[in-house]
């Protein structure tokens, strides 16, 4: 749904200004520019960096990209394998086996594979289209200041930018000084914003350097498995794919080992020779030895200042989700801004960003570490008691491989006392409107509450019903196939929803903007006290709303 532009206020340049332009901040802006809110982005760098970097994303990622028309499933920037993900010790035995062939609790495939520049392109063409967001590439931020209405940062020509002619440049000619109601900085692990801000981080003291390979083969890959990681202390190593025709080595740094050395082009051909690639069958696109590291900040939101992405979180990529978290971030916070610019929430609805936010990062966080303490093990004895350990358990459950990891948000706006309340909800195929797709894509997304063979606008009653009104969210009845379903918003094709809503034992779900769930209920009189309770966690101004 879009809503009418802000209306243009000489007092701010912005409603919301956004540092830094990679995929968070560039997200966030789409989801801004939606709602017809005045953003300006900034980004340090005139042009955007061409090279891979993150290269997967999970089911998640994929639900939310879908708002924006882009489909992962049929998309030829995009790419999937319906493939178990091993580990295999030196000898090539198996470790661990985890479940990336499954379709997901969302409603997508569990892990996706992509170039990310590919994805920064296809977002940055959105942004281009959307007349009240204002792009600033090649400026930075020099200081920033707030008060109880607005925030003032000082920008200034990126220097290294600047100075790329020669000789003396004033970098500072043409300063300029931005004033919006709202900051996001979504600048990166060196983040001017939270510095700026003076939050501290929560340093895990993780620290390992890694070989990044990126190859371009010139002939199809089919080498297998596709996806697998090869626990060799001898040199621990990733191999999976970069998205369509790309793929990814990863080596570890031995002790003792110069980074200078190891990203020569000579030694790359070298660590990738055994794996059958050479320069005469692929192009090395990229070579760069990254520090893997494990912070949070304590603190996402100061005032009218908020952090997202690398800004606020920085993990290793052993469960693939560094990128996938800083996108949450920019989904969570597009809601929760748009409220607030649109005067149907107060200010307070920030504080559930942080603790939600920051406990969800922190368990991907700690996970990825677990994840790198069995992989980067480089002593021979050591690994050797790892495999017995690994192999037991993979005997134990007869070799199933095991589910992908998903966690729960912290404490925040959703109901306390409800079982399954800030999980991530679950989607199936409905038939709505004339259409068969996806819930998100045949009903809508937004706030919801679904009632299955129940009609949640009954159970809800007048009163809250206008309450539901004023955070823009909708009620449907779902349908059972075979049922009563003559007065029903949506037809449970698959039966997702039947059975989901009897696993948890409720008839009502009452779902968020972001996918999750804000609280279950069981009978109408307990779903009017839970919705009672979110509302109230959201702090909505009625009186502000027309």
Not at 258 to 270: H, M, V, Y
Not at 397 to 406: A, E, F, W
Request: glycine fraction near 8%.
């Amino acid at each position: 749904m879009n809503a009418p532009a802000s209306s243009p206020n000489s007092r701010f340049d912005a409603d919301v200004a956004i540092i830094g332009g990679g995929p968070v901040g560039t997200l966030l802006a789409i989801l801004l520019g939606q709602r017809g809110k005045r953003v300006t982005l900034v980004e340090r760098w005139s042009k955007a960096y061409g090279r891979p970097r993150a290269v997967t994303y999970d089911h998640e990622i994929a639900r939310i990209l879908a708002t924006l028309g882009i489909d992962s499933e049929h998309d030829p920037a995009i790419s999937y394998h319906d493939e178990l993900y091993y580990w295999k010790d030196a000898r090539g035995e198996n470790l661990q086996i985890v479940d990336w062939q499954s379709q997901s609790a969302s409603g997508w495939r569990v892990r996706y594979w992509f170039n990310q520049p590919d994805l920064e392109a296809r977002l940055t063409r959105i942004v281009d289209g959307m007349p009240g967001v204002t792009q600033l590439r090649g400026w930075e931020g020099t200081e920033l200041v707030q008060d109880r209405d607005s925030v003032t940062v000082s920008l200034r020509r990126t220097p290294q930018e600047v100075g790329e002619g020669g000789g003396d440049v004033d970098v500072d000619a043409d300063a300029r000084v931005l004033r919006a109601q709202y900051l996001v900085g979504a600048d990166g692990a060196n983040s001017f914003v939270r510095e700026a801000l003076g939050i501290e981080n929560e340093d895990r003291g993780y620290f390992f350097d890694w070989l990044i390979l990126d190859l371009i083969p010139r002939e199809a890959y089919t080498a297998q498995p596709t996806q697998w990681q090869l626990c060799d202390p001898k040199r621990p190593t990733t191999i999976v794919p970069g998205g369509p025709g790309r793929r990814r080595w990863e080596f570890m740094v031995l002790p003792g080992e110069s980074a200078e050395e190891l990203q020569t082009t000579r030694r790359a051909w070298e660590l990738l020779a055994p794996w059958g690639m050479t320069p005469d069958n692929a192009e090395l696109e990229r070579s760069a030895v990254y520090r893997f590291q494990a912070r949070w900040a304590k603190t996402w939101h100061r005032g009218r200042c908020v952090i997202a992405g690398d800004a606020a979180h920085l993990m290793p990529p052993f469960a693939g989700e560094g990128m996938c978290a800083g996108l949450r971030d920019a989904f969570a916070l597009g809601w929760r801004l748009n409220a607030m610019l649109e005067g149907r929430m107060s200010d307070a609805v920030l504080d559930s960003y942080t603790t939600e936010r920051l406990e969800h990062a922190k368990h991907y966080i700690e996970f990825s570490q677990a994840l790198g303490k069995i992989i980067c093990i480089a002593n021979e004895n050591e690994a050797a008691e790892r495999d017995v350990k690994m192999k037991a358990d993979l005997l134990a459950r007869n070799h199933q491989p095991v589910p992908t990891d998903v966690c729960h948000l912290g404490p925040g706006a959703w109901s306390a006392g409800s079982a399954h309340a800030g999980e991530l909800s679950v989607q199936g195929v409905v038939e709505a409107n004339g259409r068969r797709d996806r819930f998100d894509q045949a009903v809508g997304h937004g706030w919801f509450v679904i009632g299955l063979d129940a009609d949640p606008a009954q159970a809800l009653g007048p009163e809250r019903l206008e309450q539901l009104a004023l955070i823009e969210g909708r009620t449907a009845r779902i349908a059972t196939p075979g049922g009563e379903n003559t007065a029903c918003d949506a037809l449970d094709i698959d039966s997702t929803y039947q059975q989901w809503l009897e696993k948890i034992e409720a008839s009502y779900v009452v779902l968020r903007p972001d996918f999750y769930v804000a609280a279950t209920a069981s009978s109408a009189a307990q779903l009017r006290e839970r919705f009672d309770e979110v509302i109230a966690k959201l702090h909505v101004r009625v009186r502000d709303v027309a």
